[in-house]
Structure formats: structure tokens, C-alpha cells
């Protein structure tokens, strides 16, 4: 067994091979090393911008609201395995979230509870704009991102909103 930590959230995962996507924050592999080898940007002090501290601060608002959404998808769930990939796909948005509070030095508020569909499909629908909305945004923010750790921070979160896009459209066909 091996301790691998994810340099993104920070999070450990502990196992024989290396996870091809960080279970808490859903980063990719290359952002996962072996504990001795590992650089979480998350311990980093980092001065930020004014532009950097809005866009984390937008980035907050939209995970914790994705987090309140996808749990009530799981509650209306039509199956056991879609009730269970929503609460993960919530639990992924409640780490973006917290990764971001870290970087602005603040506590996390309460999450407010969101209304969703009584129907998966269009569920998933949403889903897809949502994600596909956070692609966009988190790509414009690492652009805008004058830190190293943010600019790394937005592309991992690019792409782990690019998998949960991919994920979403499997259940479409």
C-alpha cells in the first residue's frame, strides 16, 4: 500500500495503484503523486490578485450551488446508480468549493438548498449545461490567473468538469 496525496485538493487516497482521478476533487492523474513527491497548491501561501480573489470567490458561489443541486438530483433519482453518481458528483463540487475557500482564507457558509427535476433525463440535461457552464468559466479564469497555483487550480478544474460532462452524456445515449 501506498499514501498518494493530490496536489489540487491536498486530499490522501491510500491504495495499492495510483487513482486515474483523485476521488475528493476529481483531478486527473497527473495531479496525483506519491506522498513524499506530492506539492498540494492548497498549502501554498498565495497573494491574489483582485481578479483571481473575484474569480474564486464566483467559483465558491457556483460549486456550493452545484453541490445543492446534484443532491437533490439524488433524492429524485430514479435509480439506486444514479442516485449514488449524483451524491459523488455533489461531493466533488463540495471539495471545488472548499479548495476555493482555503485560497481565500475564508470559512465556508451554509449551502442553500436547490430545486431540480422529478425526471433523470432532464436532469442530466442540466447537468450538462452546468458543467459545460463551469468549463467555460474556469478556463477563462485560468487565463485571467496571474498565480502559478491558480492558473494550475482553474485547469484542473476544467478538466474534471470536462469528465463530468463525459459522464453525463453516457447516460443520454
Known amino acids: 500500500m501506498k499514501t498518494y496525496i493530490c496536489e489540487i485538493c491536498g486530499d490522501a487516497y491510500v491504495g495499492n495503484e495510483k487513482p486515474k482521478n483523485c476521488p475528493f476533487c476529481g483531478a486527473r492523474e497527473a495531479f496525483i503523486k506519491e506522498g513524499k513527491d506530492a506539492k498540494p497548491i492548497v498549502t501554498e501561501k498565495v497573494e491574489l490578485s483582485e481578479q483571481s480573489r473575484k474569480n474564486l470567490e464566483e467559483t465558491l458561489v457556483l460549486e456550493t450551488r452545484a453541490n445543492a443541486i446534484y443532491l437533490c438530483m439524488a433524492e429524485k433519482a430514479e435509480t439506486y446508480e444514479i442516485k449514488a453518481m449524483y451524491k459523488r458528483l455533489a461531493?466533488?463540487?463540495l471539495e471545488h468549493a472548499l479548495i476555493a475557500t482555503?485560497?481565500?482564507?475564508?470559512?465556508?457558509?451554509?449551502?442553500?438548498?436547490?430545486?431540480?427535476?422529478?425526471?433523470?433525463?432532464?436532469n442530466f440535461k442540466r447537468t450538462v449545461e452546468l458543467e459545460e457552464n463551469a468549463m467555460d468559466l474556469y478556463g477563462r479564469f485560468a487565463k485571467e490567473?496571474?498565480?502559478?497555483?491558480?492558473?494550475?487550480l482553474f485547469t484542473a478544474l476544467t478538466q474534471a468538469e470536462a469528465d463530468h460532462v463525459e459522464l453525463i452524456k453516457n447516460y443520454l445515449q
Open 102 to 122: 482555503k485560497f481565500l482564507g475564508i470559512r465556508m457558509s451554509d449551502i442553500k438548498q436547490e430545486t431540480c427535476n422529478e425526471e433523470d433525463v432532464e
Open 91 to 93: 461531493k466533488v463540487e
Open 145 to 152: 490567473a496571474t498565480e502559478r497555483e491558480i492558473r494550475i
